[in-house]
């Protein structure tokens, strides 16, 4: 689902230092055209800066508030090239970027007014061939024909990939308090314990010892790692490969990362809006609860104050439609009435199992998914005492009991809120069905059990089924055990 809105690229830097920035470009091929100055945020290249080049291809940018660190790039006319180089918070920012030649700017580009970038331009120039030998021995595994020439060509990347490795580990043991080193140390994956694991628990240590050791050459506390291209997607892996994925986790992980950036600013903010963001439509079923324990820890507390209101109520909105639902916990009761005019409360549904469905008959979706539920729970579902509460979630009662009749629903809890019921709820303040089990789309479906708990939810029709047959053969092979003994 696409996001709402992304809080990542919306960070707003405020620095009180008394110096200004000053970046001038000198590129005699342009003549006219507008230059950019951006920085690296995630996947994104933001834009800090721009002007139009003059007719000496110079363009100055310029600023009375100093940048915050990281890796910047000069984004040429046209739009099709660009020039990294390095700002560091912490020292003078009056740079000289003369690009003599655009179609060999790392050999015919020179950087001056900043030491950081002279160490930068080295590792750069001496990585570039080693780069290149590893993309032509990729290039030349893929379209191996022969058995010997993939393996020739596998371990010709092996070795080359080692040098790259020795290589960088040699100039961060050569620079240690160097800018650049800070950020390529930023980018080691912590060693194995084992190289080639023989056992289950081999494997289950190697997990252990790469989880707690991930972020050891990460400094929570450096803003300066914020603007590379290489953080967030070290934070996307973390959190999609290495934490589990159960809330509990991930949130213990937010925590503890948010609690060491509390004395960097923009790096909690950027850590908050990034977790926000991210687990705001989450992946998997259940994470929901990831965003509730967010907005009531941080946003609720007012630890979000950079938020405009407009993003603040996006988040409070949204927390207060999960938290009502989270898997686990009691779905709220519904007290809604049928087409003959009689009360009906879901509570009252004496079943092991509850489908709860949400739906309208002029849903296309809903034309076609309704009579396929209607017809496994003929099948299979009745005689494991489940049963049906169907919510109408528009006011086309017409076409909503010709629908229940046409298809042969009346097995089922048929209930809508009328108009009266809704404004009634509304005056005392009352959430709605909407609210309280997230309709935004129909059908929605809930499975809930004997005590109305809530056990799945915004599954499809044949996800629960397939849920419903592990849980009956658990059952089942339970029961048969017990009486094994």
């Given at each position: 689902?696409?996001?709402?809105?992304?809080?990542?690229?919306?960070?707003?830097?405020f620095?009180?230092?008394?110096?200004?920035?000053?970046?001038?470009?000198?590129a005699?091929?342009?003549?006219?055209?507008?230059?950019?100055?951006?920085?690296?945020?995630?996947?994104?290249?933001?834009?800090?800066?721009?002007?139009?080049?003059?007719?000496?291809?110079?363009?100055?940018?310029?600023?009375?508030?100093?940048?915050?660190?990281?890796?910047?790039?000069?984004?040429?006319?046209?739009?099709?090239?660009?020039?990294?180089?390095?700002?560091?918070?912490g020292?003078?920012?009056?740079?000289?970027?003369?690009?003599?030649?655009?179609?060999?700017?790392?050999?015919?580009?020179?950087?001056?007014?900043?030491?950081?970038?002279?160490?930068?331009?080295?590792?750069?120039?001496?990585?570039?061939?080693?780069?290149?030998?590893?993309?032509?021995?990729r290039?030349?595994?893929?379209?191996?024909?022969?058995?010997?020439?993939?393996?020739?060509?596998?371990?010709?990347?092996?070795?080359?990939?080692?040098?790259?490795?020795?290589?960088?580990?040699?100039?961060?043991?050569?620079?240690?308090?160097?800018?650049?080193?800070?950020?390529?140390?930023?980018?080691?994956?912590?060693?194995?314990?084992?190289?080639?694991?023989?056992?289950?628990?081999?494997?289950?240590?190697?997990y252990?010892?790469?989880?707690?050791?991930?972020?050891?050459?990460?400094?929570?506390?450096?803003?300066?790692?914020?603007?590379?291209?290489?953080?967030?997607?070290?934070?996307?892996?973390?959190?999609?490969?290495?934490?589990?994925?159960?809330?509990?986790?991930?949130?213990?992980?937010m925590?503890y990362?948010?609690?060491?950036?509390?004395?960097?600013?923009?790096?909690?903010?950027?850590?908050?809006?990034?977790?926000?963001?991210?687990?705001?439509?989450?992946?998997?079923?259940g994470?929901?609860?990831?965003?509730?324990?967010?907005?009531?820890k941080?946003?609720?507390?007012?630890?979000?104050p950079?938020?405009?209101?407009k993003?603040?109520?996006?988040?409070?909105?949204?927390?207060?439609?999960?938290?009502?639902?989270?898997?686990?916990?009691?779905?709220?009761?519904?007290?809604?009435?049928?087409?003959?005019?009689k009360?009906?409360?879901?509570?009252?549904?004496?079943a092991?199992?509850?489908?709860?469905?949400?739906?309208?008959?002029?849903?296309?979706?809903?034309?076609?998914?309704?009579?396929?539920i209607?017809?496994?729970?003929?099948?299979?579902?009745?005689?494991?005492?489940?049963?049906?509460?169907?919510?109408?979630?528009?006011?086309?009662?017409?076409?909503?009991?010709?629908f229940?009749?046409?298809?042969?629903?009346?097995?089922?809890?048929?209930?809508?809120?009328t108009?009266?019921?809704?404004?009634?709820?509304?005056?005392?303040?009352?959430?709605?069905?909407?609210?309280?089990?997230?309709?935004?789309?129909?059908?929605?479906?809930?499975?809930?059990?004997?005590d109305?708990?809530?056990?799945?939810?915004?599954?499809?029709?044949?996800?629960?089924?397939?849920f419903?047959?592990?849980?009956?053969?658990?059952?089942?092979?339970?029961?048969?055990?017990?009486?094994?003994?």
């Amino acid at each position: 689902m696409k996001k709402i809105f992304s809080l990542t690229v919306a960070i707003i830097c405020f620095y009180t230092v008394q110096a200004q920035y000053k970046i001038t470009l000198q590129a005699p091929q342009y003549k006219t055209g507008i230059a950019y100055l951006t920085y690296h945020l995630g996947k994104n290249l933001n834009i800090q800066d721009s002007g139009i080049i003059n007719d000496k291809g110079v363009m100055i940018f310029t600023g009375n508030k100093k940048l915050p660190g990281g890796i910047y790039a000069i984004v040429f006319p046209g739009k099709n090239l660009s020039l990294d180089f390095l700002i560091d918070s912490g020292i003078n920012q009056t740079i000289t970027i003369k690009a003599t030649d655009t179609t060999d700017l790392l050999n015919k580009t020179v950087i001056t007014g900043s030491p950081a970038n002279i160490l930068f331009d080295q590792y750069q120039k001496a990585l570039a061939p080693k780069g290149k030998l590893l993309e032509n021995e990729r290039k030349a595994y893929v379209a191996s024909t022969t058995k010997a020439d993939s393996a020739l060509h596998e371990a010709n990347y092996v070795k080359y990939n080692k040098e790259l490795t020795d290589f960088r580990e040699a100039f961060i043991q050569k620079y240690p308090n160097a800018m650049l080193v800070e950020l390529l140390k930023a980018m080691r994956d912590p060693k194995l314990l084992m190289q080639k694991p023989l056992t289950r628990q081999d494997s289950l240590d190697n997990y252990n010892y790469y989880k707690a050791h991930y972020w050891d050459n990460v400094t929570f506390m450096d803003e300066r790692i914020i603007r590379t291209p290489f953080f967030e997607p070290r934070l996307v892996a973390y959190y999609e490969k290495v934490v589990s994925q159960e809330p509990d986790s991930i949130t213990a992980s937010m925590d503890y990362q948010l609690l060491l950036a509390r004395s960097c600013p923009e790096m909690y903010k950027y850590l908050l809006n990034w977790f926000t963001d991210e687990f705001f439509y989450p992946k998997y079923m259940g994470q929901d609860a990831i965003l509730v324990h967010l907005f009531e820890k941080y946003h609720s507390q007012g630890l979000s104050p950079w938020l405009s209101k407009k993003q603040e109520d996006l988040i409070s909105n949204r927390a207060y439609m999960e938290m009502s639902n989270l898997l686990g916990a009691q779905g709220a009761n519904l007290n809604l009435i049928d087409s003959t005019g009689k009360m009906h409360a879901l509570y009252d549904i004496n079943a092991d199992y509850t489908l709860v469905v949400f739906w309208e008959p002029s849903c296309g979706h809903c034309k076609t998914q309704i009579p396929k539920i209607d017809s496994i729970y003929e099948a299979s579902w009745k005689k494991h005492n489940l049963k049906v509460y169907a919510v109408l979630t528009e006011d086309k009662t017409p076409e909503w009991t010709k629908f229940i009749l046409d298809n042969h629903l009346t097995d089922w809890t048929n209930v809508y809120q009328t108009k009266e019921m809704a404004s009634a709820d509304e005056k005392e303040n009352i959430p709605g069905f909407r609210q309280l089990y997230d309709v935004t789309s129909t059908p929605t479906l809930y499975l809930l059990d004997k005590d109305k708990r809530i056990l799945v939810k915004h599954l499809s029709w044949d996800q629960i089924n397939d849920f419903l047959i592990v849980k009956w053969a658990a059952a089942a092979k339970a029961e048969s055990d017990k009486l094994k003994k």
